[in-house]
């Protein structure tokens, strides 16, 4: 066999297997689309549903942030700061008062904090208050104590950020 005849047949081949190998037929490609529209069908509503109590969550959390923040400064600077809730406007913020005690100015150090529009939330430890509420930590790290409740707009109940008077704990429920 001379060297140009195995050059012939290598090409040959080669030109064989390049024919053979040109891409995915139809079938093969309806088979993956409908694998991949399956696959979505079935993880669509698990994602709604974790984008959904993830707003709630993430409402609980801030306000639960901003108040251990205004108890820690209120302990740091030794004066009194509050946490003031907009409730109707679903927003709040941080203010520090004149004086360890009994302050009668309140100044504002940070920014509205917009909750997201899907949410709902009430004051008192039966969720049914609609009123403005200021949660006050003092210097000694104590409070006035709180109760808000982070809820769908159908009033279901998904969290309750509680302020505990004596101590100014503040944990999730």
């Known amino acids: 066999m001379t060297l140009l005849s195995k050059y012939a047949k290598s090409l040959k081949s080669a030109r064989v297997k390049l024919v053979e190998a040109e891409g995915f037929s139809i079938v093969e490609l309806l088979v993956v689309v409908a694998i991949i529209a399956t696959i979505a069908a079935v993880a669509l509503p698990s994602f709604y549903t974790w984008s959904t109590t993830l707003k709630y969550r993430d409402s609980a959390l801030g306000l639960s942030s901003r ?16 946490i003031e809730l907009d409730v109707d406007g679903k927003q709040y913020r941080m203010a520090e008062g004149d004086s360890p005690s009994s302050s009668t100015t309140w100044t504002s150090v940070s920014p509205w904090v917009a ?10 430890t039966t969720c049914n208050g609609t009123a403005d509420t ?4 003092n210097p000694n790290g104590s409070s006035d104590g709180a109760v808000v409740c982070i809820e769908t707009v159908s009033l279901v109940e998904e969290y309750r950020v509680v302020v505990t008077t ?8």
Do not use: M, P, Y
Not at 67 to 82: E, G, H, M, S
Not at 115 to 121: G, K, L, T
Not at 134 to 137: A, L, P, V
Not at 166 to 173: E, K, Q
């Open 67 to 82: 108040c251990k923040l205004a108890r820690a400064t209120a302990v740091t600077k030794n004066i009194q700061t509050r």
């Open 115 to 124: 909750i997201h529009e899907e949410v709902s939330w009430h004051t008192g």
């Open 134 to 137: 200021n949660i006050t930590f």
């Open 166 to 173: 004596a101590s100014g704990r503040v944990r999730i429920d």
